[in-house]
């Protein structure tokens, strides 16, 4: 983190594109793009007090996860568009590596995250050093590739990793072991870790590796022409979008309890971590939180009231408004959403009081 | 081990890898043509078993025969997606490709889950149990009638391509698309046949593979797998590339399940398809190499 704030502070003065941070003393709570945001942000601290009801409670802790997951997929796949279809074995590795810690040594799910997310960093540098040097198709079905190879491995080494039967995580309910009564506090934890998810993704975005990883995403010869090292940016975007994919994915088996090798490296899984990017809107920020908002409670819900009239239909609708958005949308639903953000904050009261009208960011 | 074991384990690999040639045959001539990577290609095969599946259970045609309704059939679905859909993404970056045809992939796995229901048909003929003997091996005759399914379509794939006025038209498309519309080709024409041909020729693999595969909505999602593997390792848009590619990873799986494990066989495929890559990043073969 300390790194990346010291990149942070150097490019805003090596790069005058960089939006300058707002400390203007004009810049008040009256101000419609401070409150909103903190509004908002009351919404999500109360919203399990609003919907009170586990079922939706369920949709909601499910939702804050694939966000999470697809803002570090995001990362690669959308700042640098390295389109990853092999993001489950990062997650995946999460899930095993703290499971099995706590199953053999008792080892606390908050340790073993950090362990998972390092396992992750050392795998995806070795998956990086293959699938780095090839484009488009070709790195696209190279990953998917691995993460079926990760997949057999994880069959085939039953003795260590429990096999095709999967892992059970053992039932220890305390803070200490990240597990808890109920699926409320799990809410909590996993808005946590979305914020700072979000707080990192913005840092990244303005940070000089965030301005490399979108020269290098537009165009890579043009990047290497101006000098830009393509495969430290390439292997620095992995090991960062790895390691907090890794981190989700240990949240994930705490909430879930279990984890198979056929499910979590499913070639399925990790389109569904570029899906929400894809949907919401690549390479920015709040894309992913809003492809999981729309996506997540479309599959949940339409397969819990119509999954027994019609099994299937909701990944027909989800492969359908995938479709819809490449087609139509192809920078994804960000854009609608932000235009209607900003127009509302001029309806608010208090606009205009930074003296400045304009947009923000 | 014995000889007898090797010859069965290469026979056991070739006819696996004859099925995936003929899916990868398809796919690779859609991208050599169109330009075009089709992530629900497996869909196509799954498709083509279904509706093998219901013409035989509704006529008691024998399924091999059903070839002549699942082609056609599926060369419609074929034409129909190139027409109204893949034209929109020709051109278009590789995101916008891979996304859009895993959004149809969802759609007809999921349309297939929806319209049949998730039970496993089996379909059942007099020689779906039988092997032919030959001397140190055996050789199971549903899987052997694939293969020669496959060698059939395969040699009249190239044949069109090579002496037909239409076959001619679509290489010049697949070498250059620019200078094919200049000299009078009609690639929009050109494109939908492609397109349906893949698809053709993929549900032709869903009829030959029927005699000893269930027909489930996920039976396409293993062999589109290894179709993308194949096509990668004999270079996107290489029709003979995409032949031997599939005959090396049917061989490289069948070794895998002997000396391996049975559940992991396809390691082995894999492992290949990653050495290949980190040794010719372009695959084995030329890219985009006429016929």
Same mark, same amino acid.
């Given at each position: 983190?300390?790194?990346?704030?010291?990149?942070?502070?150097?490019?805003?003065?090596?790069?005058?594109?960089?939006?300058?941070?707002?400390?203007?003393?004009?810049?008040?709570? #009256?101000? !419609?793009? &401070?409150? *909103?945001?903190?509004? %908002?942000?009351?919404?999500? +601290?109360?919203?399990?007090? $609003?919907?009170?009801?586990?079922?939706?409670?369920?949709?909601?802790?499910?939702?804050?996860?694939?966000?999470?997951?697809?803002?570090?997929?995001?990362?690669?796949?959308?700042?640098?568009?390295?389109?990853?279809?092999?993001?489950?074995?990062?997650?995946?590795?999460?899930?095993?590596?703290?499971?099995?810690?706590?199953?053999?040594?008792? #080892?606390? !799910?908050? &340790?073993? *995250?950090?362990?998972? %997310?390092?396992?992750?960093? +050392?795998?995806?540098?070795? $998956?990086?050093?293959?699938?780095?040097?090839?484009?488009?198709?070709?790195?696209?079905?190279?990953?998917?590739?691995?993460?079926?190879?990760?997949?057999?491995?994880?069959?085939?080494?039953?003795?260590?990793?429990?096999?095709?039967?999967?892992?059970?995580?053992?039932?220890?309910?305390?803070?200490?072991?990240?597990?808890?009564?109920?699926?409320?506090?799990?809410?909590?934890?996993?808005?946590?870790?979305?914020?700072?998810?979000?707080?990192?993704?913005?840092? $990244?975005?303005?940070?000089?590796?965030?301005?490399?990883?979108?020269?290098?995403?537009?165009?890579?010869?043009?990047?290497?022409?101006?000098?830009?090292?393509?495969?430290?940016?390439?292997?620095?975007?992995?090991?960062?979008?790895?390691?907090?994919?890794?981190?989700?994915?240990?949240?994930?088996?705490?909430?879930?309890?279990?984890?198979?090798?056929?499910?979590?490296?499913?070639?399925?899984?990790?389109?569904?971590?570029?899906?929400?990017?894809?949907?919401?809107?690549?390479?920015?920020?709040?894309?992913?939180?809003?492809?999981?908002?729309?996506?997540?409670?479309?599959?949940?819900?339409?397969?819990?009231?119509?999954?027994?009239?019609?099994?299937?239909?909701?990944?027909?609708?989800?492969?359908?408004?995938?479709?819809?958005?490449?087609?139509?949308?192809?920078?994804?639903?960000?854009?609608?959403?932000?235009?209607?953000?900003?127009?509302?904050?001029?309806?608010?009261?208090?606009?205009?009081?930074?003296?400045?009208?304009?947009?923000?960011? | 081990?014995?000889?007898?074991?090797?010859?069965?384990?290469?026979?056991?690999?070739?006819?696996?890898?004859?099925?995936?040639?003929?899916?990868?045959?398809?796919?690779?001539?859609?991208?050599?043509?169109?330009?075009?990577?089709?992530?629900?290609?497996?869909?196509?095969?799954?498709?083509?078993?279904?509706?093998?599946?219901?013409?035989?259970?509704?006529?008691?045609?024998?399924?091999?025969?059903?070839?002549?309704?699942?082609?056609?059939?599926?060369?419609?679905?074929?034409?129909?997606?190139?027409?109204?859909?893949?034209?929109?993404?020709?051109?278009?970056?590789?995101?916008?490709?891979?996304?859009?045809?895993?959004?149809?992939?969802?759609?007809?796995?999921?349309?297939?889950?929806?319209?049949?229901?998730?039970?496993?048909?089996?379909?059942?003929?007099?020689?779906?149990?039988?092997?032919?003997?030959?001397?140190?091996?055996?050789?199971?005759?549903?899987?052997?009638?694939?293969?020669?399914?496959?060698?059939?379509?395969?040699?009249?794939?190239?044949?069109?391509?090579?002496?037909?006025?239409?076959?001619?038209?679509?290489?010049?498309?697949?070498?250059?698309?620019?200078?094919?519309?200049?000299?009078?080709?009609?690639?929009?024409?050109?494109?939908?046949?492609?397109?349906?041909?893949?698809?053709?020729?993929?549900?032709?693999?869903?009829?030959?593979?029927?005699?000893?595969?269930?027909?489930?909505?996920?039976?396409?999602?293993?062999?589109?797998?290894?179709?993308?593997?194949?096509?990668?390792?004999?270079?996107?848009?290489?029709?003979?590339?995409?032949?031997?590619?599939?005959?090396?990873?049917?061989?490289?799986?069948?070794?895998?399940?002997?000396?391996?494990?049975?559940?992991?066989?396809?390691?082995?495929?894999?492992?290949?398809?990653?050495?290949?890559?980190?040794?010719?990043?372009?695959?084995?073969?030329?890219?985009?190499?006429?016929?």
């Amino acid at each position: 983190m300390d790194n990346v704030k010291l990149e942070s502070e150097k490019a805003m003065t090596a790069l005058p594109l960089a939006a300058p941070p707002n400390k203007d003393s004009s810049l008040a709570v #009256i101000n !419609p793009r &401070v409150y *909103m945001p903190m509004i %908002g942000l009351a919404v999500l +601290a109360l919203l399990p007090f $609003i919907v009170n009801n586990d079922y939706f409670l369920n949709i909601l802790n499910l939702v804050l996860l694939f966000a999470s997951v697809g803002i570090a997929w995001n990362l690669l796949g959308g700042y640098a568009r390295q389109v990853s279809l092999g993001h489950g074995i990062f997650f995946g590795i999460g899930a095993y590596v703290s499971t099995l810690l706590q199953i053999n040594w008792n #080892i606390s !799910p908050w &340790v073993g *995250m950090i362990a998972g %997310g390092i396992v992750a960093v +050392a795998v995806g540098f070795i $998956i990086g050093l293959g699938v780095f040097r090839l484009r488009g198709h070709y790195f696209a079905i190279s990953t998917i590739a691995f993460s079926t190879i990760v997949m057999l491995l994880f069959v085939k080494f039953y003795k260590i990793t429990g096999g095709a039967q999967g892992l059970s995580v053992p039932l220890k309910n305390s803070f200490l072991m990240l597990q808890f009564n109920g699926k409320l506090p799990y809410y909590y934890v996993f808005l946590v870790m979305m914020l700072a998810m979000i707080f990192l993704a913005r840092a $990244i975005e303005r940070s000089r590796l965030g301005y490399y990883m979108v020269a290098m995403g537009q165009d890579e010869q043009a990047a290497k022409a101006i000098g830009i090292n393509i495969p430290r940016v390439k292997h620095t975007a992995l090991a960062i979008s790895a390691f907090c994919t890794a981190i989700v994915g240990t949240l994930y088996v705490q909430y879930m309890y279990f984890v198979e090798p056929a499910g979590i490296f499913s070639v399925t899984m990790s389109v569904e971590f570029a899906l929400v990017s894809i949907v919401g809107g690549l390479g920015t920020v709040f894309g992913p939180v809003l492809g999981a908002f729309i996506m997540k409670p479309v599959v949940t819900l339409t397969n819990d009231y119509l999954g027994n009239v019609l099994p299937g239909l909701n990944y027909t609708i989800y492969g359908f408004i995938l479709i819809l958005v490449i087609i139509l949308r192809p920078n994804g639903l960000i854009g609608i959403f932000s235009v209607s953000y900003e127009y509302l904050l001029t309806r608010l009261p208090g606009y205009g009081t930074d003296g400045k009208g304009g947009k923000e960011s | 081990m014995h000889l007898s074991t090797v010859l069965q384990v290469v026979i056991n690999g070739l006819l696996i890898g004859g099925v995936y040639a003929l899916v990868s045959v398809g796919l690779t001539l859609l991208f050599g043509v169109v330009d075009i990577v089709n992530f629900a290609h497996g869909e196509f095969l799954m498709l083509g078993m279904y509706t093998t599946y219901w013409t035989w259970s509704l006529s008691g045609m024998d399924p091999i025969v059903t070839l002549i309704v699942s082609m056609p059939v599926m060369f419609v679905v074929g034409a129909l997606v190139q027409k109204y859909l893949f034209k929109y993404i020709m051109g278009a970056p590789s995101l916008t490709q891979i996304f859009l045809t895993v959004g149809l992939q969802f759609v007809l796995q999921n349309g297939a889950l929806m319209i049949f229901g998730p039970q496993v048909h089996k379909l059942k003929t007099g020689y779906s149990d039988l092997a032919i003997h030959l001397g140190l091996v055996a050789v199971s005759t549903p899987q052997l009638i694939a293969f020669v399914i496959t060698i059939i379509l395969s040699v009249l794939l190239f044949l069109f391509l090579s002496s037909t006025d239409l076959g001619k038209a679509m290489k010049a498309s697949q070498q250059d698309r620019h200078t094919a519309a200049l000299i009078g080709i009609n690639t929009d024409r050109i494109f939908w046949i492609a397109a349906g041909i893949s698809a053709a020729l993929t549900g032709a693999a869903g009829t030959a593979i029927i005699a000893y595969t269930p027909v489930v909505p996920t039976a396409g999602a293993t062999f589109g797998l290894m179709a993308y593997i194949t096509v990668i390792l004999g270079s996107l848009g290489n029709l003979k590339g995409a032949v031997l590619g599939g005959l090396i990873l049917g061989l490289a799986e069948s070794f895998g399940i002997q000396f391996i494990s049975a559940d992991a066989g396809r390691l082995l495929s894999f492992f290949i398809f990653i050495v290949v890559m980190l040794i010719r990043p372009q695959g084995l073969f030329a890219a985009k190499e006429s016929v």
